[in-house]
């Protein structure tokens, strides 16, 4: 099993237009060989920002390596960035295998 | 849905001990109101040390906050710290909530 998380850093204030951006976005992932599961995470907030993850579930490393090559994949990042004040610094990515 | 996480920074070539030291731990998580599924998750190394996560997952973030107050929390931590010396400072607890 892997998981892929994209850490996103929210401005104060602008948490259920990011959350809106991601619930009107079609990500073509059910058809994805190896895809397993999607869910965006909220996290916690300090003065500035709220913490927020894509969290998504793969079979293998390998299914979502052959997806972030795929037509779906820059489908569903076509329109994906959405106003751009609302991001406090770029997205970082994060894989993980789960080993136990 | 709660998803609880812990990060650990590794000292490399300690990678396997610390997967070990998961392995023959005792979580009582089963018997647990409200959890759902456990992971330990192995992400990306740097020249210093590798990033783990342990992930779980939970009904809610209630369900998780009702077994950190529990004996089967106790139990379960009270032999969790290993060797001091394979860890590169305290673990970072980050807890999330699926808003999709």
Redesign the interface.
């Known amino acids: ?1 892997f ?1 892929a998380m994209n850490r996103f850093k929210i401005a104060i204030g602008h948490e259920n237009d990011f ?1 809106e951006m ?2 009107s976005r079609e990500s073509h992932l059910d058809s994805v060989p190896g895809f397993k599961a ?7 907030s300090d003065e500035n920002c709220t ?1 927020f ?1 894509s ?1 998504s579930v793969w079979e293998s490393a390998d299914s979502f390596n052959a997806w972030t090559q795929s037509d779906a994949f820059r489908k569903a990042h076509a329109h994906a960035s959405g106003a751009k004040d609302i991001y406090l610094g770029p997205p970082q990515f ?7």
Do not use: C
């Open positions: 099993m998981i959350i991601w619930k999607f869910h965006l995470l909220q996290g916690s913490l993850a969290h994060e894989g993980f295998e789960a080993v136990i």
